[in-house]
């Protein structure tokens, strides 16, 4: 590859390395293959996950820029900024990978894109992918490392510059480039020689894939932080408004309407009067409402909201809402959410306007439906739809009160949790205190349900090999515990094929959990 004339030293210096190379070749090549191609499997199958983590979250940041597109949308746009720069910078590694199979197996593009690394010949080679990655000069300096490293930098920098200034230094972005990088004897090298230079194509695939999943770390770090901003600081008062919550839009003739008005944008340190109905009160901050239902038909209320402003002004808000006076009617509700899950107790609240309870009886189309109290319990049997009839006995007689149709799921899967984390830097301390998998429900689900691990494997590297030990149960083995102890720091530990029983006795596989050890 050099361009110059060696010294006769330096031949010999040459030779050397090479019979040390060709020796090193034949009595550890074979582990050392099998070492990459087992990381490199783990590294693609992270990177799916991670991938599939990433989409959930803008899913979630999108439905909050749906709900309030004023105040997320300025975060919205920078997040999906951040969306397109990383799928830009995850393609054209891809791309580089895929180029350098090509010149290594000689192969076309097409092919090198589905060949998989342990069907490569040239796996243990490095001379097709020297000269790809470091060019002629032996410095990095004209070939495709040297064109990475420079994109990576500017995705950095265009990543950053998503972030306001001041909290740039609280963003993780990863993608060393500077280094210091030292080869064997100590000599400083720069990023794309130490990374490229001599480098065999399993190792380049497998530092690819890596890259990939630093820049989607980054990405999400971004993400994370631009979503954190939402509501932080939120706008001085320029406006103010009312918002009425009704305890219902429908009331039995014969009753009240209820309602409270909840002034918007408010200065906490302000007063206000409120005229609503031709109700004349001064209050702090809820103004309750309570209205005759004398007769049946839609109801329309206006007023206004007063707010002395900082130059001494007053400033009125209009309030105007409708409801409606209704004769007595059916009323069946979920109490604790709008679908009923399989396998689990769902408590649904069943009434008629003037009928007594005991007068009440349900029946439902999917499972069964039971009194529990004054309350009833529904246990759906399978997935679709549900239908509760309702029939009240008035006098002798049995009158059809209406309908109700819910969706029935089954209930989502636990997420599994070690050391209070399910993936991320952990202390290794608190790894080896919290002694085992937990799995909790989502955050929005609101039965109270157990699952019990019961299996999972747990799995890290050690001198270059892949070591998996199999768990019985949520608990740390003593080998597991051991190994543990014994990771250094930055190093990775995995559990996969999890596995929990829930209370319809079927066994789910959960979430894998990645951990950097701290």
Known sequence: MAGYKETPRQKMIGMMYLVLTALLALNVSVEILNAFMVVNDSMETTN?????????????????????????????????????????????????????????????????????????????????????????????????????????????????????????????????????????????????????????????????????????????????????????ADFKIDKVGATVVPKSQYVFQGENYEAEVFVTAMDSKQSFTANIGGMRTSVDGVIKVSLPASSPGPKIVTGTVNVKKPDGTIEAAPVKFEYIVAPPSLSVSATQMNVFYIGVDNPVSISAGGVSPDQINATISNGTIARSGNAWVVRPTTRGKATVSVNAKLGDRMKSMGAVEYRVKDVPDPVAYIANSNGGVVNRDNLLAAGGIIPRMPADFEFNLNFIITSFKFSGISKGDVVDIPGNGNTLTNPMREFIKGVRRGQKVFFEDIYAKGPDGKNRKLNSIVLTIQ
Do not use: C
Request: charged share 30%; net charge positive; glycine share 4%.
């Open 48 to 232: 799916k996950t991670f991938s599939t983590k990433t989409s959930d979250y803008y899913t979630r940041f999108e439905s909050a820029f749906t709900k309030d597109p004023v105040k997320v949308g300025p975060y919205w746009e920078k997040a999906k900024a951040a969306r397109k720069l990383s799928d830009e910078m995850k393609d054209y590694l891809t791309t580089v990978k895929f180029e350098a199979i090509a010149a290594s197996e000689a192969i076309p593009m097409d092919s090198a894109k589905v060949r998989p690394l342990y069907l490569m010949k040239s796996r243990d080679k490095y001379n097709e992918t020297t000269k790809y990655f470091i060019g002629k000069p032996e410095d990095g300096s004209s070939g495709k490392a040297k064109e990475m490293h420079d994109k990576i930098a500017k995705f950095k920098v265009d990543l950053l510059n998503l972030v306001d200034p001041a909290e740039r230094a609280n963003i993780k972005i990863g993608l060393d480039l500077e280094g210091p990088f030292y080869n064997s004897s100590r000599q400083k090298l720069n990023w794309q020689m130490y990374n490229f230079y001599h480098t065999i194509l399993a190792a380049n695939v497998t530092i690819l894939n890596k890259l990939v999943n630093e820049v989607q770390n980054a990405e999400l770090d971004v993400i994370t932080h631009l979503k954190s901003k939402i509501g932080e």
